[in-house]
């Protein structure tokens, strides 16, 4: 029902700022909240941030609160993450997801490609 497509990811020193995109299909991007997830080599993937309709209603893990934003543009269906202040720690593959707000319970049915963000010490 939506596909996700994710741009932003490269190479940064610590210290410094990039900002992932996720694009999404179709006319009803309002209807998911979106969420951030990372995954690194040798660790479980993990839960960075998620946001529903309204910019007011989000919510980070404590390893990037402060950080990283999330926000999202509606009008052109993508949502962004923010990140500032990279640590070498913050290197992983990053991806998008899409929780269907139309049903109850969180459950995240879409997934972007994910995107590459390495940060030198």
């Known amino acids: 029902q939506v596909q996700l497509v994710e741009s932003g990811g490269g190479l940064v020193q610590a210290g410094g700022s990039l900002r992932l995109s996720c694009a999404a299909s179709?006319?009803?991007?309002?209807?998911?909240?979106m969420a951030w997830f990372r995954q690194s080599p040798g660790k479980e993937r993990e839960f960075v941030g998620r946001?529903?309709?309204?910019?007011?209603?989000?919510a980070y893990a404590n390893s990037v609160k402060g950080r990283f934003t999330i926000s999202r543009d509606n009008a052109k269906n993508t949502v962004y993450l923010q990140m500032n202040s990279l640590k070498p720690e913050d290197t992983a593959v990053y991806y998008c997801a899409a929780d269907d707000l139309r049903t109850v319970g969180v459950r995240y049915d879409y997934w972007g490609q994910g995107t590459q963000v390495t940060v030198s010490s």
């Open positions: 179709g006319r009803t991007f309002s209807n998911y909240a």
């Open positions: 946001i529903n309709r309204s910019t007011e209603n989000t």
